[in-house]
């Protein structure tokens, strides 16, 4: 059974530190997606990727964070340096850029908590 | 994409069908809608999709009216398992190669009842 994994699972940081969260997209899937969820403004997206290269990356704050398919295996996402309102669910999804499926299968995600 | 609109929160019994309802009066020709569900602490979970004409699956049927300005998602034998929240979402399917990005509301969360 197929599955998008993210590590860490979790993680507590203190502000002003380095974050590297990353994703293992399912196998052939061609884009990946990164989602960050808090109780304020509930799922919405950061970045995606098709065939490795950036396609939108509107939702991110780029002073402080930064994302990666450094392989067609790996997506990271990094935050440097962290902050506490940076403290969130943080999700990967991938889609097997079949046409007229479009389907994301989501990661289990990072709880990040930034003190 | 068009906006969607759902309910806070449903409640259902335990073994009986859940319907939830989404309205999306303002949905092109063009654009399909999607449910996704979240059980708490996961990940989103793609459930069903369709453009205009009834769709079934092993997890659920999507019905939509005629005019498209409204569906309902049912969940013929809801089980404890499917509480969850379900997020109606409208948007045009992507061409060859990949989706796009999912823009989530704030979704129904449905609570099954013993």
């Known amino acids: 059974d197929a599955r998008v994994t993210q590590t860490p699972r979790h993680k507590v940081t203190e502000m002003g530190q380095e974050v590297t969260m990353r994703c293992q997209p399912i196998?052939?899937?061609?884009?990946v997606f990164w989602y960050r969820q808090t109780m304020m403004q509930g799922l919405e997206l950061l970045a995606y990727?098709?065939?490795?290269?950036?396609?939108?990356d509107s939702g991110m704050p780029k002073d402080r964070f930064s994302a990666e398919m450094p392989d067609a295996t790996l997506a990271t996402l990094k935050i440097q340096p962290s902050e506490p309102r940076d403290s969130a669910v943080y999700f990967c999804?991938?889609?097997?850029?079949?046409?007229?499926?479009?389907?994301?299968?989501f990661g289990p995600g990072t709880r990040l908590t930034v003190l | 994409d068009a906006k969607t609109t759902q309910p806070t929160s449903m409640d259902c019994a335990e073994g009986r069908a859940a319907n939830l309802p989404c309205n999306h009066s303002?949905?092109?020709?063009?654009?399909?809608v999607y449910w996704y569900r979240q059980i708490h602490s996961q990940g989103p979970q793609y459930i069903i999709h369709?453009?205009?004409n009834n769709e079934t699956n092993e997890m659920a049927s999507l019905i939509i009216t005629e005019d498209r300005k409204s569906s309902t998602l049912i969940l013929p034998h809801a089980t404890l398992r499917d509480t969850a929240v379900y997020y109606c979402?409208?948007?045009?399917?992507?061409?060859?190669?990949?989706?796009?990005?999912?823009?989530f509301g704030k979704g129904t969360k449905l609570t099954v009842n013993p």
């Open positions: 999804a991938s889609d097997p850029g079949l046409a007229g499926t479009d389907t994301q299968y």
């Open positions: 196998l052939g899937h061609n884009t």
């Open positions: 990727f098709r065939n490795r290269a950036p396609l939108d």
């Open positions: 303002t949905i092109s020709g063009n654009e399909y």
């Open positions: 369709g453009l205009k």
């Open positions: 979402i409208v948007r045009k399917l992507g061409g060859q190669g990949g989706s796009e990005k999912l823009v």
